[in-house]
């Protein structure tokens, strides 16, 4: 069903892939918008070893198109460095495919939010943890992507350099 690398020499191991997804940031979810354009959007995300967890809005063009379809696929980037001098670029990437679906279940959505604030505020306390979390509850609503399949690319110059 997902099509083989065509570079085998470039792909990364799926544990690679795993740490790339653990140590991201931010990533691009792609999903089929309006009028089947494609609808990109750059998102703040977890992984927790088996899915992807995606904070948004309770309404809006990312609910409205996984409503429709939920098939995504999701994009990470760690490394993107230009060789001007080589005319390349170093680069490490992930992408993800899988489907999303809206967490419904109160408890699920309070601990995936909690794995997500954890991620991006490592070292606050659990108290200020606790009142961001509520003072954003209402509008909050929660993504979960099951992924389906992983693959992860690197430059040719970088395996040269292992």
């Known amino acids: 069903m997902f099509r083989d ?14 740490k790339i997804l653990e140590s991201g940031t931010s990533g691009v979810l792609a999903l089929s918008g309006d009028d089947n354009y494609p609808y990109a959007v750059p998102i703040s995300y977890v992984h927790d070893g088996s899915k ?6 309770k309404s809006g063009h990312k609910l409205d198109a996984i409503k429709r379809n939920p098939k995504a696929s999701f994009c990470v980037i760690e490394k993107d460095q230009v060789g ?8 490490r990437s992930v992408i993800v495919f899988g489907t999303i679906k809206i967490i419904e279940d109160e408890q699920k959505k309070r601990t995936t939010i ?17 009142k961001a979390i509520e003072r954003e509850w ?11 399949h992983i693959t992860g690319k690197q430059a040719k110059e970088l395996i040269e350099t292992k």
């Open 5 to 18: 690398m065509r570079k085998k020499k470039q792909e990364l191991s799926l544990e690679e892939c795993n």
């Open 52 to 57: 992807l967890y995606f904070h948004c809005a």
């Open 84 to 91: 001007p001098e080589e005319y390349t670029s170093y680069f």
């Open 114 to 130: 909690e794995k997500l604030a954890v991620k991006y505020a490592p070292y606050d306390n659990i108290e200020n943890r606790q």
């Open 138 to 148: 209402e509008p909050l609503c929660m993504l979960e992507m099951t992924i389906n």
